[in-house]
């Protein structure tokens, strides 16, 4: 079993910042990426940031410059730095791990529960 966790979401103001955590844990033996994903009330879910297991890392055109994904593999872990928060930014902020399962010879994708984020003065 895996078990994706994320935690730091909270209420902000605009302009302002937030980090959010994920630790992935469990039967795991080769995390391939990590990802964040939002999504709005009403809108379809999106990636935000990605990072590969070897430091690699990409973003959407909306955060670029403004979020910084971050992590550390030996842990397992991710992290988003988010500034200049916009309230167009409010969503709940969803991690996922793509693990390797050597049993079956495929990639899981595993989803943590999300965090609300609000940006509202």
């Known amino acids: 079993q895996v078990q994706v966790v994320e935690s730091g979401g909270g209420l902000v103001q605009p302009g302002g910042s937030l980090r959010l955590s994920c630790a992935a844990s469990?039967?795991?033996?080769?995390?391939?990426?990590m990802n964040w994903y939002r999504q709005a009330p009403g809108k379809q879910r999106e990636l935000v940031a990605t990072r590969l297991s070897g430091g690699g890392t990409s973003y959407s055109s909306s955060v670029k410059g403004r979020f910084t994904i971050s992590g550390d593999s030996a842990k397992n872990t991710v992290y988003l730095q988010m500034n200049s928060l916009k309230s167009e930014d409010t969503a709940v902020y969803y991690c996922?791990?793509?693990?390797?399962?050597?049993?079956?010879?495929?990639?899981?994708?595993?989803w943590g529960q999300g965090t609300q984020v609000t940006v509202s003065s």
């Open positions: 996922n791990a793509a693990i390797f399962d050597p049993t079956i010879a495929t990639t899981q994708i595993y």
């Open positions: 469990g039967n795991i033996l080769s995390i391939y990426a």
